[in-house]
């Protein structure tokens, strides 16, 4: 498994850690869902990338799409509630934002699931987290990335416009509000990938 990640000039240290959340900044994108944003949150995020490509026990999976079984484009791993996580910065990533949001999400970021994107023709379509809650209720989804950059897009389901956030070394945003049910995000392919990603999503209970 390949990883040939080009480094962040701007994040030179092999110390994996957690800045503040106050730096956050708000986006409205209407129908009641934002995003919140904040470049650099984890430093060391290359470390991290390393440790995670070679520690966490990937899956390759197939779904059936239509008539056909097609490979999943990129590698996944899930973390249950309760399951120790495969590095104990996440463990802390997972709390601070549990406390951050305490207030305005009512409950815990309980689980976290993994996604390594090896290049650019790793990609996940159009979708919102709605197996679950999220279907019915405003709920957070909260990602961290490491590795290089890669775009994150969001739209609304009905409507038109695109939102598009460059994610990577270290970045975390927030979906929140009515996100996950009133718009929809993507990963898309790429022929210009710096290199590969990992995302880390935290998300409550049942929400997926």
Not at 99 to 115: K, N, R, S
Not at 143 to 155: E, Y
């Amino acid at each position: 498994m390949g990883t040939h990640l080009q480094g962040s000039l701007f994040d030179q240290t092999d110390e994996i850690r957690l800045g503040p959340l106050h730096g956050l900044r708000r986006t409205e994108l209407g129908d009641g869902a934002w995003i919140d944003l904040l470049p650099g949150w984890l430093s060391g995020a290359d470390a991290l990338f390393l440790r995670l490509v070679s520690e966490v026990p990937w899956q390759a999976e197939r779904r059936h799409m239509y008539d056909h079984v097609v490979d999943v484009p990129r590698l996944l791993a899930f973390y249950h509630a309760g399951d120790p996580l495969p590095h104990p910065v996440l463990t802390r990533a997972r709390d601070a934002l549990s406390a951050h949001y305490a207030d305005e999400l009512g409950e815990p970021f309980t689980t976290a699931g993994l996604c390594y994107y090896r290049d650019g023709r790793d990609s996940v379509a159009w979708h919102g987290d709605r197996s679950g809650r999220g279907a019915r209720a405003d709920t957070m989804v909260a990602i961290l990335s490491v590795g290089a950059p890669r775009d994150l897009l969001l739209r609304p389901r009905h409507g038109h416009g695109t939102v598009r956030r460059p994610l990577g070394h270290g970045d975390l945003i927030v979906m929140g509000g009515s996100c996950q049910r009133t718009w929809e995000h993507a990963i898309p392919k790429t022929a210009h990938a710096p290199g590969p990603r990992i995302s880390i999503q935290f998300r409550p209970h049942d929400v997926r």
